[in-house]
């Protein structure tokens, strides 16, 4: 099955080449695309420069509205959907998310950060369902796109939203244990104090959601 790995970026210039540089590098990924979501920085050339197509949008819209632009910019069977601030990203990584849905035994994957930095690993031990990191069959993303037509607002709340379709139709789901990796804390882009409020937004969205379900 082609696979198409999508990358939703805002403000992500320090990161996203390397895991566009990534993407190509897998046998099993025929297209990468980064959906550059109302940045203002290099993102976007830095993305394309790297190997990706990149759809830009006029404004920020959101996560959720990024991954739906680059959902309907495929007709890939298997879409893999990474965060555009991942470090020590590695080919391996992507073909162990890829593996079991490509084989037939799973319908979602998630990938969850292991041995790579404390507050990351910590987070997504309590919450793996966060995980920006999922490689899903296109006509379980499509479903639920159908069955939540307001999704793409949403924003952060989109991986809560996959997570509660998957599990009310009894969709297989493996967890993927990511080795070495993490990700750029918000803190670490903005500094402490703009950082923080970012992460109270993204929670703010997340609950948000949670509450509405």
């Not at 203002?40 to 990024?66: L, P, Q, Y």
């Not at 849905?101 to 041995?115: H, K, N, Q």
């Not at 993490?182 to 997340?206: N, P």
Request: charged share 25%; aromatic share 6%; with cysteine.
């Amino acid at each position: 099955m082609r696979v198409a790995a999508v990358i939703p970026a805002f403000n992500e210039e320090e990161t996203i080449a390397d895991v566009v540089s990534v993407c190509v590098r897998v046998p099993e990924i025929e297209e990468t695309i980064v959906v550059d979501d109302g940045s203002t920085d290099e993102t976007a050339a830095r993305a394309k420069a790297a190997g990706a197509r990149v759809i830009s949008h006029a404004e920020n819209r959101g996560k959720a509205a990024a991954m739906k632009t680059g959902f309907e910019a495929t007709t890939a069977p298997v879409l893999l959907f990474l965060d555009a601030d991942l470090i020590g990203l590695q080919p391996d990584h992507l073909q162990d998310l890829l593996r079991p849905v490509l084989a037939g035994e799973a319908d979602m994957t998630v990938g969850v950060f292991g041995d790579g930095r404390v507050a990351t690993d910590l987070a997504q031990m309590v919450a793996p369902y966060l995980s920006g990191q999922r490689a899903i069959v296109r006509s379980v993303l499509a479903g639920m796109f159908q069955q939540e037509p307001d999704a793409e607002q949403v924003r952060f709340g989109i991986e809560v939203a996959i997570t509660k379709y998957v599990r009310s139709h009894g969709c297989r789901v493996v967890e993927v244990v990511l080795e070495e990796m993490t990700h750029r804390m918000k803190e670490e882009k903005f500094g402490l104090m703009k950082g923080a409020a970012a992460r109270l937004k993204m929670y703010y969205e997340i609950l948000k959601y949670v509450q509405k379900g």
